[in-house]
């Protein structure tokens, strides 16, 4: 297969650094005191609306239990706010607080300027056969998430 051994030297490369190279970027300043894993929490809460612990467990693809653990730690360092649903206060409800919103913001910005790069030179075509080979790799992961 043509490429093959550029492409697994590429996509191993990349998946060994990305984690890395992406805490290295986001972590920084004002936002050290929390972590990448921290950043993808904020990440999924999302700005807006309040959102219920079980949904955010549910998108972030781990349990109610581990997430509240991750949420204690940023209600004390003030990202998150928490509070019980007036409609059901069984329902526990997670949003962002000023300092959130800003890490939040940091993040989105990691992620704009990491697509800007990744499609720089590139023509409409080549980056719709980027996104169908990317979309093929994601199916392919998908596979063992079960």
Do not use: P
Request: aromatic share 6%.
């Amino acid at each position: 297969m043509e490429g093959y051994d550029t492409l697994h030297e590429v996509l191993v490369k990349l998946f060994n650094e990305i984690i890395e190279i992406e805490e290295k970027a986001i972590i920084t300043g004002e936002f050290r005191d929390i972590s990448n894993n921290d950043m993808h929490i904020i990440e999924a809460i999302g700005l807006g609306e309040a959102r219920s612990m079980s949904a955010v467990a549910k998108d972030l693809s781990v349990t109610v239990g581990t997430l509240t653990t991750a949420i204690n730690n940023l209600v004390k360092k003030d990202y998150v706010r928490r509070v019980r649903s007036e409609k059901d206060r069984r329902v526990v409800l997670i949003s962002l607080k000023e300092k959130g919103e800003k890490a939040f913001h940091h993040h989105k910005q990691f992620h704009e300027d990491m697509i800007r790069a990744t499609l720089e030179g590139l023509d409409q075509e080549q980056t719709q056969v980027l996104i169908r080979a990317l979309t093929n790799l994601s199916v392919f992961f998908r596979r063992y998430e079960k």
